[in-house]
């Protein structure tokens, strides 16, 4: 079945980096395109960055461009997200997700479980 | 800045119906836009319901439909069942960037 997995996830001090990954199974990843998503605590969800199937375009939500970039290894079939420059505000459960359409940016269907993000002194 | 409105909550009694929407700053939302609807239940990811207006996921029950109702995207829930309590939100897009809603809480009471 199809599946996602985060995993990088953790406590890192503000100004430093992190590197997401989410390891995809069980759909031709090289066709989808693929995003994250955010969740602050108690907060409602927050579009982060999407790429293309094949990692050609990119797009960003502007609390995060210029910090954060989303990147995909398709021989490896996982997504990631490098994020610098962290700031406390940064903190949240990221989810990677796939589109529903293959060659598509629009919308999400299937979800990971999420990996926390906790940017603290 | 774009923003995205949906009602912060509402009530519903079981095997009701009750319509969510979802609107947009910059204008009437269309088609354009994308319209996608998750459902959320505390502790759990989101789960995806309708994306592009009014097309569901393979596991979308069927009394859930989306469409555009008055200018913004809509979600309906016919015969609204106990498990459909929970936080929805739609999505729409900005060229190819995306914008949540805040998200309405749903009770079904």
């Known amino acids: 079945q199809v599946q996602l997995v985060e995993s990088g996830g953790g406590v890192v001090q503000p100004g430093r980096s992190l590197r997401l990954s989410c390891a995809a199974s069980g759909f031709t990843f090289t066709t989808y395109g693929m995003h994250w998503v955010r969740q602050a605590p108690g907060k409602g969800l927050e579009w982060v960055a999407v790429i293309s199937y094949d990692g050609s375009i990119k797009y960003y939500a502007d609390s995060v461009k210029g910090r954060f970039t989303i990147s995909r290894d398709n021989s490896k079939n996982t997504l990631y997200l490098q994020m610098s420059s962290l700031r406390a505000e940064d903190t949240a459960v990221y989810y990677c997700a796939k589109t529903p359409v293959t060659y598509y940016f629009y919308g999400m269907d299937v979800w990971g479980q999420g990996t926390t993000v906790t940017v603290s002194s | 800045q774009t923003v995205v409105t949906q009602e912060p909550s509402l009530t519903v009694s079981p095997g009701g119906t009750v319509t969510l929407t979802c609107a947009s700053s910059?204008?009437?939302?269309?088609?354009?836009?994308?319209p996608n609807w998750f459902q959320q239940k505390p502790g759990q990811a989101p789960r995806a319901l309708i994306y592009s207006t009014s097309n569901k996921h393979s596991w979308t029950p069927a009394r859930f439909s989306g469409s555009l109702l008055g200018g913004k995207a809509a979600l309906t829930l016919s015969d609204v069942q106990p498990e459909d309590e929970a936080e929805y939100y739609c999505l729409l897009y900005y060229g190819a960037a995306g914008v949540f809603g805040g998200g309405t809480k749903l009770t079904v009471l």
């Open positions: 910059t204008g009437a939302v269309t088609s354009g836009y994308y």
